[in-house]
């Protein structure tokens, strides 16, 4: 009932930058918190940066400082730009979102997912 599609992805040399965008639709009742995870085949996914609709962000350590997300909770839209890419960057990148649906039930909704790969 909520569809997320992320956008962006790509290949790109260690150092340099991409933006991804992900924008949710459907029966959305409100959103109150957009996130990025990324996942390397045979590893858990992890969390690397949220942002909520109380203007907060947070990110996780490898990534802080390089990567900043951008939550437009008017427009139900997610971005991250990636800066000063390395290697180990190389991932499947997921777009997720916490809210309500029109319902009134709560969720945790998650795009398709892009590969960001970093290679020189």
């Known amino acids: 009932q909520v569809q997320l599609v992320e956008s962006g992805g790509g290949l790109v040399r260690p150092g340099g930058s991409l933006r991804l965008s992900c924008v949710a639709s459907g029966k959305i009742g409100g959103l109150y918190a957009m996130g990025w995870y990324r996942q390397v085949v045979g590893r858990q996914r992890e969390c690397i940066a949220t942002?909520?609709?109380?203007?907060?962000?947070d990110y996780a350590d490898s990534v802080k400082g390089r990567f900043t997300i951008s939550g437009d909770f008017v427009n139900k839209t997610v971005y991250l730009q990636l800066n000063s890419l390395k290697l180990e960057d190389t991932a499947v990148y997921y777009c997720?979102?916490?809210?309500?649906?029109?319902?009134?039930?709560?969720?945790?909704?998650w795009g398709q997912g892009t590969q960001v790969t970093v290679s020189s």
């Open positions: 997720s979102a916490r809210g309500l649906e029109t319902s009134g039930s709560p969720g945790q909704y």
């Open positions: 942002s909520t609709n109380r203007d907060t962000t």
